[in-house]
């Protein structure tokens, strides 16, 4: 009986086989992103690449709903406490060590999974993205006439320099308003040049979590009270011991900020629940409107029986296709 032969594989033809692909697990807060990571990396031999900016620092646990080591199934995990709370985090900082891991990962024949809500975290992993420079001094004194001068004025002086920087950027955010103009003033260029492009930079399949508004705000409600009672005020009387306050990113994260006010007596518990719950919630509105309009991804609903299967499929299909183009 004549037997069929197998086609010859990248490796028999002296070609290389394609390099692992990413996969990205994104969407708003509390959709359930680090268990689908978990999955995800269990399934396809990959290891974690976190993408949310509070789990960065060291010691921030409860309140950023960080799984703990016996909960990660044995899957290694990278970008987690790897600051101090006194440290500021960056960007730029986060793009070299992110994409290092990610270079690490692939050479070791597994699938990087890049996990996160941080929208400008996962674009500076993933996409071509120029971080522009800073200058702690020019910072320091736009910083200061926003201050005196107020948030609308300093948006209003971004809309005469850059409209279209001024349009994508939350009319609120003083922080990435005052970037912008610093980037302006350093680079002469206007801030919106220097803003993501959707273009990966390794093949990547990306999948988002999404869920109903309603649901999602009660998901957030019954977050942080089971914050409270796994002992956030505990854990942020420790973080103070080791600088909590100084820390300028750190400290000003949501229920973290909460917890201190709560400590210090300005806020009641219920107050500090209920404040971080409403701040939490408009979070979630900004990760949507980030990633929502992003074609790239894939969106489940995690609540689907079948979301992890089908979570499965599209990857398979992406690293069938990636074997096929690679």
Aim: charged share 25%; no cysteine.
């Amino acid at each position: 009986m004549e037997q069929t032969r197998p086609e010859p594989s990248a490796d028999h033809l002296g070609q290389a086989p394609p390099p692992p692909l990413v996969i990205a697990v994104v969407g708003p807060t509390a959709t359930g992103k680090s268990e689908l990571a978990l999955d995800l990396a269990e399934t396809f031999d990959g290891e974690v690449v976190n993408a949310d900016a509070s789990q960065l620092y060291r010691g921030m646990d409860v309140g950023t709903a960080k799984l703990p080591v016996d909960e990660r199934r044995g899957i290694a995990h990278h970008q987690l406490n790897v600051l101090e709370v006194t440290e500021e985090a960056s960007v730029a900082a986060y793009q070299s060590a992110a994409r290092a891991d990610l270079d690490a990962i692939a050479a070791r024949g597994r699938h990087p999974v890049v996990a996160g809500g941080s929208g400008l975290y996962v674009r500076a992993a993933l996409d071509r993205l120029e971080i522009p420079p800073t200058d702690p001094g020019v910072r320091r004194r736009l910083e200061q006439e926003a201050v005196a001068l107020g948030t609308p004025a300093m948006l209003q002086r971004l809309r005469e320099q850059d409209p279209e920087a001024a349009s994508a950027i939350e009319p609120n955010n003083t922080r990435r308003i005052v970037r912008a103009l610093e980037v302006i003033e350093l680079t002469g260029r206007p801030f919106s040049a220097t803003m993501p492009t959707r273009e990966y930079l390794r093949p990547t399949v990306a999948i988002g979590l999404w869920v109903p508004r309603a649901v999602l705000d009660q998901r957030i409600e019954t977050r942080v009270q089971r914050m409270w009672r796994q002992g956030l005020l505990d854990e942020v009387r420790a973080l103070e011991r080791r600088g909590l306050r100084e820390g300028r990113t750190a400290s000003r994260a949501i229920g973290y900020a909460q917890a201190l006010a709560q400590l210090d007596g300005a806020l009641t518990q219920e107050q500090a629940q209920d404040q971080t719950a409403a701040l939490t919630r408009r979070l979630a509105r900004r990760q949507e409107s980030w990633f929502r309009p992003d074609p790239r991804i894939t969106w489940l609903d995690p609540r689907e029986i079948s979301a992890v299967e089908q979570a499965v499929a599209v990857v398979r299909r992406a690293i069938s296709d990636n074997g096929r183009h690679g």
